[in-house]
């Protein structure tokens, strides 16, 4: 994937290329906004993550302008402004995703890899991954056949994670998706909710579709 | 000032606004006591001159029909015995026959006229009666009688030009009165005003040099200074509050941070000093890894505090569905709360809306129910209730722990306070102090319930 980076403190701007190039990814970094939106316009990227605080242009002016020559690449927001206000402010200007300095890199990536491979607009009706299948119109899962009853939030979490099916989802991604919060829960919500929803889709069945990446989050992924 | 030069002070008080008032009042006032002296100056005169203009025709006319009754002669006679007997407030005679020749009369003789006419007599005559040297003026209605002679009936014009030095001066004297008047109440007004002003300039010097503590006193009399500086003084009370509070807040801050990077500190000292094996390594940084991320929780924490605090997130407002909004919260922490031992019983009444802040309102409940969670031991039940009440509505998250001491529930929405007993529990201690400022922000009251056993957090909207 080819991801443009725009932030100005160096040792943030390294630590993030680096942990990209170290996952696959080809990286061009610009370390204020003129440059950003330079490189946005010129190129093409399938991602940019942008700091909302940057010399010589702010992020969010970067952002409305690279939107209005018609740049369509998805932008993830980075920022250490972690109000409700600021938030509003990055989707008004045309971004993404948001997420709040200081984060773990497992965060940045698997957010940057849900936004570079966004959902097709094309409408589905029926989610599968391997045996398992969601059918959204009916709001019924199965697995081999056999009906799963699901509680409404499960049935959200695992709609969310088979809409990514393959991509790690992180814990904070879920609570923003599913519950729509932007804080962090003390309690294991997270936790727990997805232990149930393993032990419903998972339990009894030949091998798990259902994973935990230790210190990043979930992934739902086919056997085969 | 008291210090203050006696000139300074004048010159201070001259340029007081209540000076200026009063001397603003002054002029007007000058000015409406000329116009009236003019219409009364005016008024008067003119009726004291129609006055005696009518007293003199009509003793002209009277003695025109003496002559025409008894001749030149025997009006002669009359006006003799007129002039004798009249002493006081004189009128005077002249009465010439046709050739000019004076028959009778006090008056000099002087060319026919007929009407009223004002004259000074003429100077090589003598004056009619001696007056206080000057010459009077005299005003007159002068008749020819029907064989041709002349008759003149003058009264002295003095009686006039008195009375109109009586009105200048009485009006001269209520003038200067009233302006010397003035300009004393006005400075006493404005150097009563300013010593007030004063007081007030002193004591905020003084609390910008450092004491908060200085209020400015007030004089009990309830007017419009008063009230002013009763609200200053209740500002001053508020700002010191904030301070205070502010104060409290960096050293509960300076104190609470010490603990998780003491323990911080210390995990990496343990991992630099024993840890041999990748194994070990990696136990040690996540161990700092949960620290520090404690850490950014807690400062996250009072940053959202602050910014709730200062009112400055209402840009996301919107109407919300708070039924739907608890219920979902409820469900989400429902799994939780039975694996540990808890039930988590969900009570909602549909329909309750409100304006505010999704996601602030979802962390306030979140709080509120992750704090009797937390805060009751294992087999306890919380209950998670929203109620409508009347036209407005109640969220009540009660537990039948062990509750909260009468005497500590006033402090528990401190930032950073914790009863004693929760000191070994997981929490920042600023869990409650959020809910407190989200509630204040939305214009929410919160109040906290003795549910014998338990313990109740209502929140009314």
Do not use: C
Request: hydrophobic share 40%; charged share 25%; proline share 4%.
């Amino acid at each position: 994937m080819k991801i443009l980076l725009v932030e100005d403190d160096k040792q943030t701007a390294d630590y993030i290329a680096k942990g990209l190039r170290e996952h696959g990814h080809v990286v061009d970094h610009a370390d204020n906004g003129r440059d950003g939106l330079y490189l946005a316009t010129g190129e093409t990227y399938d991602v940019m993550i942008v700091d909302r605080m940057l010399p010589k242009m702010d992020g969010l002016s970067l952002v409305k302008a690279a939107r209005g020559s018609d740049v369509r690449t998805p932008v993830l927001f980075l920022t250490t402004m972690g109000g409700v206000d600021d938030r509003v402010a990055g989707f008004d200007a045309g971004g993404d995703d948001y997420l709040v300095k200081p984060f773990a890199f497992a965060e940045l990536l698997a957010r940057v890899g849900a936004l570079a491979r966004r959902p097709p607009i094309v409408p589905t009706t029926t989610l599968t991954v391997g045996d398992l299948e969601m059918d959204l119109l009916a709001r019924t899962v199965t697995r081999a056949g056999k009906r799963i009853d699901l509680l409404a939030q499960e049935f959200k979490i695992l709609e969310y994670l088979m809409r990514h099916a393959g991509e790690v989802v992180t814990r904070t991604m879920l609570l923003e998706k599913v519950w729509d919060f932007h804080f962090d829960p003390k309690t294991n919500i997270v936790e727990t909710h997805i232990s149930r929803l393993r032990s419903k889709i998972d339990k009894g069945f030949g091998r798990p579709l259902l994973h935990t990446v230790r210190g990043a989050g979930y992934v739902i992924r086919s056997p085969d | 000032m008291s210090s203050a030069r006696p000139t300074e002070t004048l010159s201070r008080i001259l340029r007081s606004a209540s000076f200026r008032l009063t001397l603003f009042y002054a002029v007007l006032f000058m000015a409406s006591a000329g116009a009236l002296f003019g219409t009364v100056y005016v008024t008067a005169t003119a009726a004291m001159q129609d006055d005696m203009a009518a007293v003199l025709k009509s003793e002209a006319y009277q003695l025109a029909d003496i002559h025409r009754r008894s001749g030149l002669a025997g009006l002669a006679d009359q006006i003799t015995r007129r002039i004798n007997f009249r002493t006081k407030g004189p009128i005077f005679y002249l009465l010439q026959a046709p050739n000019r020749r004076v028959v009778v009369g006090n008056l000099p003789g002087m060319p026919p006229v007929n009407g009223a006419i004002d004259f000074v007599p003429q100077p090589d005559s003598p004056p009619p009666e001696p007056t206080d040297g000057e010459r009077t003026k005299l005003t007159g209605f002068g008749l020819t009688l029907s064989d041709g002679s002349f008759l003149l009936v003058a009264q002295d014009s003095t009686r006039l030009t008195d009375m109109q030095h009586a009105i200048v001066r009485a009006f001269a004297w209520a003038g200067g009165l009233t302006l010397l008047l003035a300009i004393a109440g006005g400075a006493l007004l404005g150097s009563s005003f300013l010593r007030r002003i004063d007081t007030i300039t002193k004591t905020s010097r003084e609390i910008m040099e450092g004491d908060l503590s200085a209020r400015i006193p007030t004089r009990g009399t309830h007017d419009e200074i008063d009230q002013l500086i009763a609200n200053l003084n209740a500002m001053l009370a508020r700002i010191q509050q904030l301070m205070d509070g502010l104060r409290q807040v960096s050293s509960d801050i300076a104190h609470d941070l010490r603990t998780p990077l003491g323990r911080l500190r210390q995990n990496l000292e343990d991992a630099r000093d024993r840890a041999t094996t990748t194994a070990d390594y990696e136990v040690a940084t996540d161990a700092a890894i949960a620290e520090a991320d404690e850490l950014l929780e807690t400062f996250s924490a009072l940053l959202r505090i602050a910014q709730v605090e200062a009112g400055a997130q209402r840009r996301a407002f919107a109407d919300l569905d708070l039924s739907a909004l608890a219920r979902s919260i409820g469900e989400a922490y429902q799994p939780s709360a039975e694996e540990a031992g808890h039930t988590l019983e969900i009570a909602v009444e549909d329909g309750v809306h409100l304006t505010g802040d999704r996601q602030l309102l979802a962390q306030m409940i979140s709080n509120l129910v992750e704090n009797a969670l937390r805060h009751t031991p294992q087999g306890s039940t919380v209950a998670l209730a929203v109620k409508r009440a009347g036209s407005g509505f109640t969220v009540e998250v009660a537990d039948n722990g062990p509750g909260i001491p009468e005497a500590e529930r006033g402090r528990v929405f401190d930032r950073f306070y914790r009863l004693d007993r929760s000191r070994s529990t997981a929490g920042s201690g600023l869990g409650l102090a959020l809910v407190k400022a989200i509630a204040g922000l939305h214009g929410l009251t919160i109040e906290l319930t003795d549910r014998k056993p338990g313990l109740g957090v209502v929140i009314r909207g």
